[in-house]
């Protein structure tokens, strides 16, 4: 199945959804589950092109940890959207335990699954060395890494024969889009030729720079011959600007509790943020989510567009920290009729 030729009217580009399957206070991981399932079913019915779930680890806020788990989930209960992770973060695996899970993917769901792929931990350094064992990754050998991955799904392209085989994956053409909230992964999928997906929703600083760079430095590929690149941002909409900004202070509220280290579940709403952060925490949370666009139909249309022009996306990620899922559901559904 080819990807969605469905593009947003307003924007002339595909928009889709990253989730994490937030877990809010009061609520359960089933519940959270669930909830991610029937916002993939909606965004398939409003014409979202991909659902891409991220691997964190020891977040109380999040349960799509085990993601490729969770991707089954998705495709098993929707039909045409494409689903995939956003991502994996390929030095906490072995390349052959990825190869073999997607290859088990896209052999359940043919021409659905999408594999992105980060180098960060998704997650603090304990947690990062109790998933990696005695491979004490740490990234650097990302590239690699992914060369080995490659290598399992396609022999033909590794140096040298491959001993071990990923069956199911071997000779599947799973879609691998690179990860990254700096320049290094740009660079890396510019030289391979690769997709390239940044990070904007919680690195905004380094949004423009860095799709600049993929695209200045982009080599053709047998797999691309121009430049692919898609942008994460937070979008949340409502019917007025003053439901947004009200529903945004869950958003705010977790994020502060990553800058406190007192991470919890994705916390309910409240009418004045000015109660809870100090001037300066208010500053380094602008810092990290000053590309969030929140309002009303018009507001965000605005606002929307002009962040298109200035990434100069082919693709919008749009993702959404909304403590109630009825309100998550409406914010999807006013950003696709826009």
């Known amino acids: ?36 399932l029937d916002l993939a079913q909606h965004a398939e019915k409003w014409g979202y092109n991909r659902y891409w779930l991220a691997e964190h680890h020891n977040a109380p806020s999040i349960a799509s940890s085990a993601t490729s ?82 290598a399992f799904l396609d022999p033909s392209s590794a140096e040298v024969g491959m001993p071990v085989r990923a069956i199911p994956g071997e000779g ?3 879609p691998i889009w690179l990860l990254g909230s700096s320049d290094f992964s740009a660079l890396l999928a510019a030289q391979l030729g690769l997709p390239f997906a940044f990070a904007g929703h919680f690195s905004p600083n380094f949004t423009v720079p860095a799709m600049n760079l993929y695209r200045s430095s982009f080599k ?17 909409a409502a019917d007025t600007d003053e439901e947004a900004e009200y529903l945004a202070t869950s958003m705010q509220q977790l994020f502060l509790s990553f800058i406190r280290n007192t991470r919890g579940a994705l916390p309910a709403p409240i009418r004045n943020m000015d109660d809870v952060w ?46 109630d899922h009825q309100a998550r559901l409406r914010s999807y559904e006013i950003i696709a009729g826009l």
């Open 69 to 150: 788990i969770v991707i089954g989930h998705v495709a098993a209960g929707t039909s045409t959207i494409r689903v995939g992770a956003g991502g994996i973060m390929l030095p906490n695996h072995a390349p052959l335990v990825i190869a073999e899970q997607f290859g088990t993917l896209e052999s359940l769901f043919p021409g659905r699954i999408d594999l992105g792929l980060g180098r960060a931990p998704g997650t603090d350094g304990l947690t990062a060395a109790a998933l990696r064992g005695n491979r004490r990754s740490n990234g650097h050998d990302f590239p690699e890494q992914l060369a080995e991955l490659r």
């Open 220 to 236: 053709p590929s047998a797999i691309l011959d121009k430049p692919k690149g898609m942008v994460a941002v937070n979008v949340i």
């Open 172 to 174: 599947l053409e799973i």
């Open 278 to 323: 100090t001037a300066q925490e208010k500053i380094a949370l602008m810092q990290q989510l000053g590309s969030s666009i929140v309002g009303g139909p018009e507001t965000v249309r605005t606002k929307l567009k002009q962040y298109i022009e200035a990434t100069k996306a082919d693709e919008i990620m749009v993702a959404a920290h909304i403590y």
């Open 1 to 36: 199945m080819s990807e969605q030729t469905i593009n947003n009217s307003t924007f002339n580009i595909p928009l889709s959804v990253l989730d994490v399957s937030p877990i809010v206070e009061g609520g359960t991981v089933a519940e959270s589950l669930n909830n991610t």
